[in-house]
Structure formats: C-alpha cells, structure tokens
C-alpha cells in the first residue's frame, strides 16, 4: 500500500502501538493522527500527557523504527480526524477494538465519493496479566510498555474454604509464577446448597461478582467457584464437577475440573433434605466438613485424589480463553 492512515492518543507507546506502526512502516506515506488534549479530556477515563510530550514521545518512536521522514502527525479533535477526507489514502491501520470507526470512515468517504480504504486490523497486544495492554494500566504502574507485571496481580477469591484456596493458589502459581496476591472471603452463591446442572455455573458466576463487589473493582481478577451434580453426562447417573468462573469487572470465563460418579443414594439424600454433598457424606461417613479436607473425591477414591486438584483444574481451565487470546491462538 501506498499511503496509510493510523490514529490514536498515544500517552505512552507500548507494545500494542509498535505493532500498528510497524504495519504502517511497509507503507510509503504515513499520516497519524494524534488526538488533542480536549478530546483526552472528553474521551479518556485516565489522565494523560499533554499534547506536547505525547507528540515528543511519537516522534522518538518514529525515529527509532526508521520511518520519521515518511510520517506527517497531525492534531485531530475526533475520532474521523480527517481521514474521510484525504482522497490519496487507501488504507487505515486500527487494532481490533477500532475496526468500527474504520467501517464509519469508510461510509463517509463513500459518501463524498472517496475511494474506500483497505481496512487492516492488527491483533491486540496482551501483557503478562492476560489483558491488553494499555495506557491506562501502565499509568497505573501495574504493567510496563511490553505488558511485563510492575506489581502482583489482586486477585479475590469467593472462599473461604482452605481446601479451595490452596487449589486455587495452585493454579495462579502454574499461570502467574509469584506474581499475585491473594485475597479470601465468603461469598453467597444465590443458589441451592448442592446446586443441578445449570446452577452450578450460576453458583460460580454470582461468587465471582460479589467477591468482585467487596473489592469495589480495586483487584484485577475475581473467582468464583460452585460444586453441582450434572444429569446430563452420563446416562442415569450423576457426575460431581466444579465450576470456576473468573470475572475482570467486564468479562467472564469458566473452567471446570475433573468429575466423578456420585451414588444415587448419596443424590437422593441431598434432593430429599435440600442439603449438600459434604453434609450427605458427613451422616453417611460420620466425617465433618469433608469438603474442607480431601472432599467428596479423596473419600470415594480412598485418597488415590483430593479435592484440591479438582479446584485447581477448574481454576486453570478458566483462565484457558484468556491464554489462548493473549498467546494468538483463536486464530
């Protein structure tokens, strides 16, 4: 391509910024538009840099890829910045996140009877937290430019259970090495004690939301977790699995663990008394708080497993979709 057009604010040029300029580098003609200090204002929910050290900080970037003499930045005061305007272009640099402003420069171009633009989207750039990378986190002093930890995640676990917590701390080891602090409390999961099928999802996710609420949004990961009998695994029976759900204050993800056949005479038990596994086996086996020690799994299978390697494969699994996209490997 010829003459390409990329946008954006640049308080801090991290990662993601280097690899939208360096799409714009196999271009001849580079104009960037770089976003005025009013619309920082209007537009952003973090503070920024003024427009001069914002500009400098462009130019220093430009210079060390090489490609300052091909690359006009000019102030814009919008999201269009004049690109539906400038008849030599014929394409536009956007991350994922901006490919519908592209769209909406593009129908204002056919509008003027404009060439359209060739759209070229560049994938997201993600730090060792598993979230993209921005100028807001690294304001924040928790990530670098390269998206490397500054400081441990927060993370807040909905359990108090030591059992869980040891599992879940497991997993977030295996993923973040050392870097994470964890924080613990109980939270209601808003379904019954040992919940069916669907419920236990539910269960996870309003854990997950209400340790997120105590937090007040201060922690970058919230978990839930809920044990549930599912009926629709296995033909006449019912499988114990754990579900973990993790939630950002925007997204979640699940995971579960491994499952095991429960007897039926244990599900009757706990659909007759509305109780749950742990308190079905505590009359059955006259062991207390079961779920707190190896759990329903170490008793059945005589201590061969335990209830903490249940948690932390569910924990791990429902930080699965978050690797796979940080790691570009959704395709």
Not at 197 to 210: D, K, L, V, Y
Not at 303 to 319: D, K, L, P, S, T
């Amino acid at each position: 391509m010829r003459h390409c057009i990329l946008g954006g604010t640049f308080t801090y040029v991290h990662e993601g910024h280097r690899r939208l300029l360096a799409e714009c580098a196999k271009c001849q003609k580079i104009t960037i538009g770089l976003t005025s200090d009013s619309y920082v204002r209007r537009r952003k929910l973090y503070p920024s840099l003024p427009y001069h050290k914002r500009l400098a900080g462009l130019k220093k970037e430009l210079g060390l890829m090489g490609m300052a003499g091909r690359a006009e930045i000019v102030k814009i005061d919008d999201e269009i910045g004049g690109a539906d305007s400038i008849a030599e272009a014929d394409c536009i640099i956007v991350s994922q996140e901006t490919e519908a402003a592209a769209k909406k420069i593009n129908r204002m171009r056919r509008q003027k009877g404009l060439p359209l633009l060739k759209i070229i989207s560049v994938p997201l750039a993600y730090g060792e937290d598993l979230r993209k990378i921005s100028c807001a986190a690294i304001y924040e002093g928790k990530t670098d430019l390269s998206g490397r930890l500054a400081k441990p995640l927060e993370i807040q676990l909905a359990t108090e259970n030591p059992t869980k917590v040891q599992g879940a701390a497991l997993a977030l080891r295996k993923i973040f090495g050392e870097k994470f602090r964890l924080q613990y409390h109980a939270e209601n999961s808003g379904v019954p004690a040992h919940p069916f099928n669907q419920e236990t999802a539910e269960g996870a996710a309003n854990r997950a939301h209400a340790a997120w609420k105590r937090a007040r949004g201060k922690c970058d990961y919230s978990i839930g977790m809920e044990s549930g009998l599912f009926s629709s695994l296995v033909k006449g029976k019912h499988v114990d699995v754990t579900v973990a759900c993790v939630y950002d204050g925007e997204e979640e993800t699940y995971g579960t663990g491994m499952g095991f056949v429960v007897p039926e005479k244990i599900v009757r038990m706990i659909k007759a008394e509305g109780s749950d596994l742990s308190e079905a086996l505590r009359k059955a086996t006259g062991v207390e708080k079961i779920g707190w020690k190896q759990g329903a799994l170490g008793w059945f299978s005589d201590g061969a497993m335990h209830r903490r390697e249940q948690i932390e494969a569910a924990v791990a699994c429902a930080f699965v979709p978050r690797i796979a996209r940080a790691k570009n490997k959704l395709g």
